[in-house]
């Protein structure tokens, strides 16, 4: 239990300063800015964690690769989130190479990204 409370607080806390960044990632914005983007985006037929996140989820079909973003309401959330779906991946899934949390939104990759799709994301989410 205790162990469980030093995780939280130290993930609210963040390993970074964040001067740059927003509060909090938005599902509407990100959205648009994907289909601006000329990505596929749908918000229906999401996996359990993502149509269960308290921010809302999106897939987005990109040229070469497919992720799927779930939005907490903080990085608590996020947190949260994340462990969900490396529970639910099992050893098997390389997990680490497809999975990444940022701010409150965690973004689960069908590939490992490239570079290009990596960047597309990461701007939308930022707006």
């Known amino acids: ?8 607080l130290l ?4 390993g970074d300063d964040g001067a740059d960044e927003p509060e909090r ?6 959205r648009d800015c994907l289909e601006q983007a000329a990505a596929r ?16 989820g999106l897939s987005a079909d ?6 799927t973003i779930a939005f907490g309401q903080s990085r608590a959330d996020a947190l949260r989130t994340e462990q969900a779906y490396r529970q639910f991946a ?7 190479h497809l999975l990444f949390r940022r701010l409150n939104a965690v973004m ?9 799709d ?6 939308c989410l930022e707006g």
């Open 118 to 123: 990596r960047a597309t994301v990461l701007n």
């Open 41 to 56: 985006v749908r918000t229906d037929g999401l996996d359990f964690v993502a149509s269960t996140a308290l921010g809302g």
């Open 1 to 8: 239990m205790l162990v469980a409370g030093v995780g939280l």
């Open 90 to 96: 099992g050893e098997k899934i390389p997990i680490d």
């Open 11 to 14: 993930a609210g806390c963040g």
């Open 25 to 30: 990632y938005r599902l509407e914005p990100t």
């Open 108 to 116: 689960l990759w069908e590939l490992p990204p490239t570079d290009k």
């Open 62 to 67: 990109l040229p070469e690769n497919e992720v």
